[in-house]
């Protein structure tokens, strides 16, 4: 029986083992977990808001590793600061219940621990080895087959083979406005990057806060925040406008720095990667958990469905290609797209906006590509 190793519990990886469970539960596998066994230091960890799609709420309730407050969002709007052009996306257009949800990392994170928890009741040969940082150099020998899923944020990682500094960085947090904007999701475009209001968990009155800009621009606004929340309100008013309400107040303000950072292969003799760990993206269309979770999902029914490690692989690396390369490429062009100052392509993203509205198909192929992935 092959011995597998899964390196790294963040969502991704702990999904991967679930999944693979859940399919072999017979499996031999072994993860390696850098947090303890106690659930606190997730609860109290990251709370940025992650937008999942519909795709990945089905995937992550088929073990019971949906979070309980997570909104749903039925509407989304997508315009173009100081620039004609807008589009609109509504879940009846694609016959879904929901085009997505928001959840935070904490908890998302949280439950898939505990439905991993439950499952590997079940699994004799699984062992989760918490507190376990391990090297760079003790990795590839862990076991038959072994799974980077170590993830990381931009800027903290080594640099992969395609690789793009945007020089963007986000504010992350919350906003309380004077309107209720009910399952409705904004994303504006502005000179500096795009600016999301996203459904919150905390209320109907409340948005969650995805601001990117220069980096310098953004630690300046974060310092405004601290010195003067309520300029700093004025001023996110003046790059969103008043579509969403009029912001009341702000908090849990907290900066990211954005990038691109991707490997060209996933697979190298009997390693493979997934997650960030495999590809690092904008978080401008939403996708890098949604990309990572098709990673984990797609893999761990590799490994339940070929005879060895080589054969699983090999196949796994054909089924994620397109996925990977469409789910980059068009994130990356959207990253870069609505930030160039050049009039042919200012132009050129009025039309594109104004044309998806008017082009159904063309809007639903795109919007079915986020929810679900390329297959
Ligand atoms: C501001 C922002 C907004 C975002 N918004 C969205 C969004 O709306 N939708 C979306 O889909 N994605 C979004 N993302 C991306 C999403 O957060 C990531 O794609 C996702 O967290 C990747 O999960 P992961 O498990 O691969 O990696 P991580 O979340 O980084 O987890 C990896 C885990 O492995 C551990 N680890 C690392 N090295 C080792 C080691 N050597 N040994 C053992 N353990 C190790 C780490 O401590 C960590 O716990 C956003 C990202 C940012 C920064």
């Not at 960890?45 to 937008?51: C, E, L, Q």
């Not at 990392?105 to 989760?128: C, G, M, T, V």
């Not at 994130?331 to 039309?351: E, H, M, N, W, Y």
Request: aromatic residues 6%; glycine residues 8%; contains cysteine.
């Amino acid at each position: 029986m092959k011995k597998i190793a899964i390196v790294g519990g963040g969502p991704v990886g702990l999904a991967c083992a679930a999944w693979l469970l859940e399919k072999t539960p017979g499996a031999h596998l072994d993860l390696y977990d850098r947090l303890p066994e106690s659930n606190d230091e997730i609860k109290n960890g990251d709370s940025r808001s992650i937008a999942v799609s519909q795709g990945s709420h089905l995937l992550l309730k088929n073990i019971g590793a949906w979070p309980n407050n997570s909104p749903a969002i039925h509407k989304i709007h997508v315009s173009h600061r100081g620039h004609f052009g807008r589009a609109i996306v509504r879940r009846e257009e694609l016959q879904q219940e929901a085009l997505g949800h928001i959840v935070q990392y904490a908890e998302i994170h949280l439950s898939i621990r505990q439905a991993l928890q439950k499952i590997s009741k079940n699994a004799p040969n699984f062992r989760w080895h918490y507190s376990q940082k391990i090297d760079k150099l003790d990795k590839s020998s862990l076991a038959d087959m072994v799974i980077h899923a170590e993830g990381g944020l931009f800027k903290q990682q080594e640099w992969q083979e395609i690789y793009r500094d945007y020089e963007q960085a986000a504010i992350v947090g919350w906003v309380k406005t004077d309107r209720i904007n009910q399952h409705l999701a904004w994303e504006r475009f502005t000179e500096e990057g795009p600016l999301a209001l996203l459904p919150s968990h905390k209320g109907h009155e409340y948005l969650n806060l995805v601001w990117c800009g220069d980096p310098n621009a953004t630690q300046k606004r974060l310092e405004l925040f601290s010195e003067n929340p309520a300029t700093f309100l004025i001023e996110l008013q003046k790059a969103f406008g008043t579509r969403a309400g009029h912001f009341i107040e702000a908090g849990e303000l907290k900066s990211y720095e954005l990038g691109l950072n991707a490997r060209k292969e996933i697979v190298q003799g009997h390693e493979v990667w997934i997650g960030n760990a495999a590809q690092t993206m904008h978080p401008v269309a939403g996708q890098g958990l949604n990309l990572g979770l098709r990673d984990a999902h797609t893999l761990a029914e590799s490994i339940a469905s070929c005879a060895s490690v080589h054969e699983a692989l090999n196949h796994n690396q054909e089924l994620r290609k397109t996925d990977r390369n469409a789910t980059i490429a068009s994130t990356d062009f959207l990253a870069r797209i609505f930030t160039s100052q050049l009039k042919p392509v200012i132009c050129a993203r009025g039309i594109a906006l104004s044309s998806l509205q008017i082009l159904s198909p063309m809007k639903q192929s795109l919007t079915r590509q986020m929810m679900f992935g390329q297959r």
